[in-house]
């Protein structure tokens, strides 16, 4: 790869530039191709790294194709930007509300948007050292930069190189969607690979989606000091998620000054000469509102299309992305897929569990199975929400009877404390045991708190093992014991409640 032909990340500054040099290097010499491969892996994010290097790491002859940045969305353009961001938006709500601490901050203070986005590009630049191109080479991984695409069974093509294998993984992941909304198409917008591009403030910007990213990037850039309006043509925000969770995260959106528009309908989008104009009714209400940028966070796509997948019998479609089975396992025998061109848990986290799977089923022969994976998620607003399992419209799907267990935060004497008792712990149990199919955390650091009800899942631990466990006091975790509290108070009968009375009348 020359110089001429390497990517760019904008602003042009000294941290992107090392960045790209780390991710993209513009020197890159790729090696003469091994006569085959244990394992080519086609993308460089989360998924393809982590298959690339564990699997040289036991031994295997890997080859490691990236058609522009290793790192993926992750490194550059998702996980480790937005929470760089969203860190710096708490920050200054922190300052904002400090006078209910007792802490009086001069009238006046403001936030620098160009320091923070540069610190962003710093510490970007900073992790990009550990998906680096150099630092594969080191581990065993042949690294090949292009365009891959099959040309048969057992071969890919990149750059003019021809890779044959025994085994492969698509590893291409997603990218963003662009929503069905008139005029979309005559109108510049941002995605989440374009947000962090920007340098200077938005006044006033339009967010279409009210999933995770738009419900972040929309109380990031409220919290900031722009004019938010965020859109949402379903009721409510945050869809997936458990409803008075979401009711709560809204309600925060809504004090930090987002407009949350959902319902929305009869969306048309133009230009004017102010800006962005946006039409739109919710609520029985008309909108026009003109915005100075756009933000679309509606979905993602996976990428498929250039994949050449026909060529080695590869079932795919566009919506979905990469057929596979509970293995992972396409219908080619001897490829693999994984992460977000073929799941619907769209996460780093999932993705890296995925290769570790496909690790083990394609190089030896394992039949681990992808829905025996205890996957949690978690939306970085502020409180945030954070899921595993089941919900209880699934359960009810899957006939599944359950209990729910719900602790207030409200009565857990930390979130009191840090005046973050708006929020919850819910854990849904098979009913009348105390086995745990899901649950879900609202509140301050709930990210950080569903890995202890994670751990118990994955490892068939009940909630009475739990209420058993000790926790530090005060602590927000010490949330999730009260649950555990919670389920042994309701073995407590009224018989039982009777037996009792009559061991301690008796043994006065």
């Not at 080859?63 to 940045?69: D, G, N």
Request: hydrophobic share 40%; proline share 4%.
């Amino acid at each position: 790869m020359n110089r001429e032909s390497q990517q760019r990340m904008v602003p042009d500054d000294a941290y992107n530039r090392a960045l790209v040099e780390n991710v993209q290097p513009g020197h890159w010499l790729p090696p003469a191709p091994a006569p085959r491969y244990n394992l080519v892996v086609v993308g460089g994010g989360p998924v393809g790294l982590v298959a690339a290097v564990g699997a040289a790491g036991l031994g295997a002859k890997v080859a490691l194709v990236e058609r522009q940045f290793l790192g993926g969305d992750c490194l550059n353009y998702g996980c480790v930007p937005s929470e760089a961001v969203i860190s710096a938006a708490r920050i200054a709500a922190a300052v904002r509300d400090a006078a209910a601490f007792g802490v009086n901050v001069p009238e006046g203070w403001t936030t620098d948007f160009q320091a923070v986005m540069e610190r962003m590009r710093r510490l970007r630049a900073e992790l990009s050292r550990h998906d680096s191109a150099e630092r594969l080479r080191k581990l065993g991984v042949d690294v090949f930069f292009g365009q891959g695409r099959f040309c048969g069974p057992d071969a890919v093509e990149v750059a003019g190189h021809t890779l044959r294998f025994r085994k492969a993984l698509i590893a291409t992941g997603a990218r963003a969607a662009a929503p069905a909304i008139d005029g979309i198409e005559q109108v510049e917008y941002l995605t989440n690979e374009t947000v962090f591009s920007l340098t200077e403030l938005p006044r006033r910007i339009g967010v279409i989606g009210a999933g995770p990213v738009g419900c972040e990037l929309a109380q990031t850039f409220a919290r900031f000091g722009a004019e938010v309006f965020l859109l949402e043509s379903l009721h409510g925000i945050l869809p997936r998620e458990d409803r008075d969770a979401a009711e709560i995260v809204k309600n925060s959106l809504v004090r930090d000054g987002v407009h949350v528009l959902c319902c929305s309908h009869s969306v048309r989008l133009s230009r004017n000469h102010d800006g962005i104009l946006l039409q739109l009714e919710s609520h029985g209400q008309k909108y026009h509102q003109v915005v100075d940028r756009l933000l679309v966070a509606a979905g993602r796509w996976p990428n498929v299309e250039t994949l050449n997948l026909e060529a080695a019998g590869v079932a795919y479609d566009t919506k979905t992305g990469v057929h596979v089975d509970d293995c992972l396992r396409t219908t080619n025998r001897r490829i693999f897929a994984a992460g977000d061109v073929c799941s619907r848990y769209k996460f780093t986290h999932a993705a890296d569990f995925m290769a570790r799977l496909v690790i083990r089923n394609a190089l030896f022969g394992g039949r681990g199975k992808a829905s025996s994976l205890v996957i949690p998620w978690c939306t970085y607003t502020s409180p945030e929400i954070a899921h595993v399992g089941l919900t209880p419209q699934e359960a009810e799907t899957k006939g599944i009877a359950i209990d729910t267990y719900t602790q207030p935060l409200d009565q857990v004497d930390r979130a009191v404390l840090e005046d973050q008792a708006e929020g919850f712990v819910r854990v849904y149990t098979k009913k009348g045991t105390d086995t745990i199919v899901g649950a879900t955390i609202v509140g301050a650091n709930a990210g950080d708190a569903i890995g202890e009800i994670t751990l118990a899942m994955t490892h068939r631990l009940g909630l009475k093992k739990i209420a058993a466990t000790i926790h530090p006091y005060p602590t927000q975790a010490e949330a999730v014991r009260k649950v555990g509290d919670l389920y042994n108070r309701s073995r407590l009968t009224p018989f039982v409640r009777w037996l009792f009375g009559k061991w301690l009348a008796w043994t006065r």
